[in-house]
């Protein structure tokens, strides 16, 4: 029985669909148990004996973890389960002061992604990033061997409201797809498409110019002089991409590098029950707690004591980098950028609700396991808690880390921390999982709902997401969207704009097209330019939409956003061309009666060396 890593060049949030062909995976078949009642047996069977997804290891060189299947997928067969997409907006700046300096320690930049692969997401802020914990952080980019890809992003925050629900804010709305981003000083070169190309023509010469000479001096010298190659000092990523081994290499003449990275990318199921850890115990759904939006939910019963999920951790040695300021008056830094205000805290990061911190201590430390950040708080009857995992079966943990001082973290560039979430008691299939946030967390969430009144002219907040559709199917049922002239006798909320998918010749390839009148949605998520609803068609089965489209050129006709001298009317567009985005700082995510509170780490857990409030200087 033999799986197949997945080393994505796609990443989960709303589904990850599989690519492959059928050598993506090859699966294992159910064990049969001697039992004089099978139906329990099989109930009551580890969650490791039937789980079919991993975290383990990944055979990709210097990559880290790896997501493995022990399962077999089919084209369009989706690979886990939703993740969240977390906002953080303006992190440069509130940092810094200025939009130009990158000089504080900010692990998660090697794991968020870009605002634009996330619907509407680049209009929340100046600049807006994608935290994306699960399988949106923890898969591998192959170029070479990539065999999944992303799907839509979406937003909805459950029914919640800002007028009526002191939740709203708390959590983040958006769950969909994103895909992999390079992280190369922190994990070593990874190779890329290109470095396929080079290697391959190096391992050519290796075989014309170099193995003739030495294939009749025996295999000590083959092997010398290969591990001489791969450990010539000036690294690069066509040296990363060429097999570790001289035997290796030799498979690779004869079949290619791209075979025996495949071969290579197979384990066995037994090694991954061994060495592995389970990821797909936990899927998201409605949390049946009041006010607390998604939560997880158990897809097979779990044994007290047996893991629930694994959670390789991001540290944040000073959580002061979460923190949000107002800009100074009349202040501007030499690019022409407002300054921070370093004494006005204004709110803090959204991030801070999925991090794990302690009072007396400046670390945050943010899981990014799959379905682990669904888990919402139950203070009174938990079945779940948070365990250092013992380091012989650790994939990531470094136990020395939790002897080490905050300073020491703030060097480390790479994660070398874990959770593990375990069973207190036996879980049963479909229940919901809940942990103790901890008493502090508690006696702040009972405070902020008791204390809680909606912000200004909340009853008249109007969401983009509830008036946008994304297919067809979809938008038969969305609301129609009003015209200009209707707008002047019933608005839209004022936190609204609408914006249309559009490509002139520049860009064809990545926008919305009318190809045929069949209008093709291809790679672009984000609507472009704000557009105006001039008239509405009801046509048989669609309602259709002539829009003017207002399209940013500058003096050199290349699109600038300071300038709008182009507009161009555009018919019959589906009401999937058109969506509504939030002005920037008026969605939920910027309320200032928000709640923000970090997760709590157990007093038995958090580390000596880690508890001081302030830097020893």
Same mark, same amino acid.
């Given at each position: 029985?033999?799986?197949?890593?997945?080393?994505?060049?796609? *990443?989960?949030?709303?589904?990850?669909?599989?690519?492959?062909?059928?050598?993506?995976?090859?699966?294992?078949?159910? %064990?049969?148990?001697?039992?004089?009642?099978?139906?329990?047996?099989?109930?009551?069977?580890?969650?490791?004996?039937? @789980?079919?997804?991993?975290?383990?290891?990944?055979?990709?060189?210097?990559?880290?973890?790896?997501?493995?299947?022990?399962?077999?997928?089919?084209?369009?067969?989706?690979?886990?389960?939703?993740?969240?997409?977390?906002?953080?907006?303006?992190?440069?700046?509130?940092?810094?002061?200025?939009?130009?300096?990158?000089?504080?320690?900010?692990?998660?930049?090697?794991?968020?992604?870009?605002?634009?692969?996330?619907?509407?997401?680049?209009?929340?802020?100046?600049?807006?990033?994608? @935290?994306?914990?699960?399988?949106?952080?923890?898969?591998? @980019?192959?170029?070479?061997?990539?065999?999944?890809?992303?799907?839509?992003?979406?937003?909805?925050?459950?029914?919640?409201?800002?007028?009526? !629900?002191?939740?709203?804010?708390?959590?983040?709305?958006?769950?969909?797809?994103?895909?992999?981003?390079?992280?190369?000083?922190?994990?070593?070169?990874?190779?890329?498409?290109?470095?396929?190309?080079?290697?391959? %023509?190096?391992?050519?010469?290796?075989?014309?110019?170099?193995?003739?000479?030495?294939?009749?001096?025996?295999?000590?010298?083959?092997?010398?002089?290969?591990?001489?190659?791969?450990?010539?000092?000036?690294?690069?990523?066509?040296?990363?991409?060429?097999?570790?081994?001289?035997?290796?290499?030799?498979?690779?003449?004869?079949?290619?590098?791209? =075979?025996?990275?495949?071969?290579?990318?197979?384990?066995?199921?037994?090694?991954?029950?061994?060495?592995?850890?389970?990821? !797909?115990?936990?899927?998201? $759904?409605?949390?049946?707690?009041?006010?607390?939006?998604?939560?997880?939910?158990?897809?097979?019963?779990?044994?007290?004591?047996?893991?629930?999920?694994?959670?390789?951790?991001?540290?944040?040695?000073?959580? +002061?980098?979460?923190?949000?300021?107002?800009?100074?008056? $009349?202040?501007?830094?030499?690019?022409?950028?407002?300054?921070?205000?370093?004494?006005?805290?204004?709110?803090?990061?959204?991030?801070?609700?999925?991090?794990?911190?302690?009072?007396?201590?400046?670390?945050?430390?943010?899981?990014?396991?799959? $379905?682990?950040?669904?888990?919402?708080?139950?203070?009174?009857?938990?079945?779940?808690?948070?365990?250092?995992?013992?380091?012989?079966?650790?994939?990531?943990?470094?136990?020395?880390?939790?002897?080490?001082?905050?300073?020491?973290?703030?060097?480390?560039?790479?994660?070398?921390?874990?959770?593990?979430?375990?069973?207190?008691?036996?879980?049963?299939?479909?229940?919901?999982?809940?942990?103790?946030?901890?008493?502090?967390?508690? +006696?702040?969430?009972?405070?902020?709902?008791?204390?809680?009144?909606?912000?200004?002219?909340?009853?008249?907040?109007?969401?983009?997401?509830?008036?946008? @559709?994304?297919?067809? =199917?979809?938008? +038969?049922?969305?609301?129609?969207?009003?015209?200009?002239?209707?707008?002047?006798?019933?608005?839209?909320?004022?936190?609204?704009?609408?914006?249309?998918?559009?490509? !002139?010749?520049?860009?064809?390839?990545?926008?919305?097209?009318?190809?045929?009148?069949?209008?093709?949605?291809?790679? +672009?998520?984000?609507?472009?330019?704000?557009?105006?609803?001039?008239?509405?068609?009801?046509?048989?089965?669609?309602?259709?939409?002539?829009?003017?489209?207002?399209?940013?050129?500058?003096?050199?006709?290349?699109?600038?956003?300071?300038?709008?001298?182009?507009?161009?009317?555009?018919?019959?567009?589906?009401?999937?061309? *058109?969506?509504?985005?939030?002005?920037?700082?008026?969605?939920?995510?910027?309320?200032?009666?928000?709640?923000?509170?970090?997760?709590?780490?157990?007093?038995?857990?958090?580390?000596?060396?880690?508890?001081?409030?302030?830097?020893?200087?």
């Amino acid at each position: 029985m033999r799986t197949t890593s997945l080393s994505l060049h796609g *990443i989960l949030l709303a589904a990850i669909i599989a690519l492959a062909t059928p050598r993506i995976a090859w699966g294992a078949e159910v %064990q049969q148990v001697s039992s004089n009642n099978e139906a329990d047996d099989a109930k009551r069977r580890s969650s490791s004996d039937t @789980c079919r997804l991993f975290m383990a290891r990944s055979t990709i060189p210097n990559a880290g973890i790896g997501v493995f299947t022990a399962v077999p997928l089919a084209k369009d067969d989706e690979v886990g389960y939703a993740d969240l997409v977390i906002p953080i907006t303006d992190i440069d700046w509130h940092n810094n002061g200025s939009r130009n300096k990158h000089d504080y320690h900010w692990l998660w930049m090697n794991y968020d992604w870009l605002s634009t692969e996330i619907l509407n997401l680049p209009y929340e802020a100046e600049s807006s990033i994608a @935290c994306i914990p699960g399988m949106g952080a923890m898969p591998n @980019c192959h170029f070479r061997l990539s065999n999944v890809k992303e799907s839509w992003s979406k937003y909805n925050t459950v029914g919640l409201h800002r007028s009526r !629900d002191a939740g709203v804010g708390a959590f983040t709305g958006y769950h969909g797809r994103h895909w992999f981003k390079v992280r190369e000083e922190e994990f070593g070169l990874v190779p890329v498409s290109s470095s396929y190309t080079k290697a391959e %023509q190096l391992l050519k010469k290796y075989n014309d110019l170099v193995l003739t000479a030495v294939d009749n001096s025996g295999s000590d010298l083959k092997k010398d002089l290969w591990k001489l190659i791969k450990e010539f000092p000036y690294k690069s990523r066509p040296l990363a991409a060429l097999p570790t081994d001289s035997e290796t290499a030799d498979r690779a003449i004869e079949v290619g590098i791209k =075979e025996t990275e495949l071969e290579g990318s197979i384990r066995p199921v037994d090694w991954l029950r061994i060495n592995g850890k389970c990821l !797909d115990n936990l899927r998201p $759904g409605v949390s049946n707690i009041e006010g607390a939006g998604r939560g997880a939910f158990a897809t097979r019963f779990i044994p007290q004591g047996d893991l629930v999920a694994p959670a390789p951790l991001i540290h944040i040695p000073y959580k +002061e980098a979460v923190l949000m300021h107002s800009p100074s008056k $009349g202040i501007v830094d030499d690019d022409g950028f407002d300054v921070r205000n370093i004494t006005d805290i204004i709110g803090k990061q959204l991030i801070l609700n999925y991090c794990f911190g302690h009072p007396e201590s400046t670390v945050l430390l943010c899981p990014y396991g799959s $379905g682990t950040s669904y888990i919402n708080h139950n203070h009174q009857s938990p079945n779940v808690k948070i365990i250092w995992p013992d380091e012989t079966h650790a994939i990531v943990f470094n136990s020395t880390w939790t002897k080490q001082s905050v300073d020491f973290l703030e060097d480390q560039f790479s994660p070398g921390l874990e959770f593990d979430y375990v069973a207190l008691r036996d879980i049963e299939e479909g229940e919901e999982v809940v942990l103790d946030y901890g008493i502090d967390w508690e +006696e702040a969430w009972n405070k902020h709902v008791e204390e809680w009144t909606p912000v200004d002219d909340a009853d008249k907040y109007e969401d983009a997401s509830q008036w946008n @559709c994304f297919d067809k =199917e979809e938008c +038969e049922t969305a609301l129609t969207i009003r015209t200009e002239e209707e707008q002047r006798d019933n608005p839209y909320s004022k936190n609204l704009t609408i914006n249309c998918y559009f490509a !002139d010749a520049k860009d064809r390839e990545l926008v919305w097209i009318d190809e045929l009148d069949d209008w093709t949605m291809l790679e +672009e998520r984000v609507p472009k330019f704000e557009c105006k609803i001039l008239e509405r068609h009801d046509t048989p089965g669609s309602v259709l939409y002539d829009v003017e489209i207002i399209i940013p050129v500058d003096e050199d006709g290349q699109d600038d956003e300071e300038y709008y001298e182009d507009v161009i009317v555009v018919t019959d567009v589906p009401q999937y061309g *058109i969506q509504f985005v939030n002005k920037p700082y008026t969605s939920d995510l910027f309320l200032p009666n928000a709640f923000r509170h970090e997760i709590g780490i157990p007093d038995s857990m958090m580390p000596e060396s880690w508890k001081k409030l302030v830097n020893d200087d």
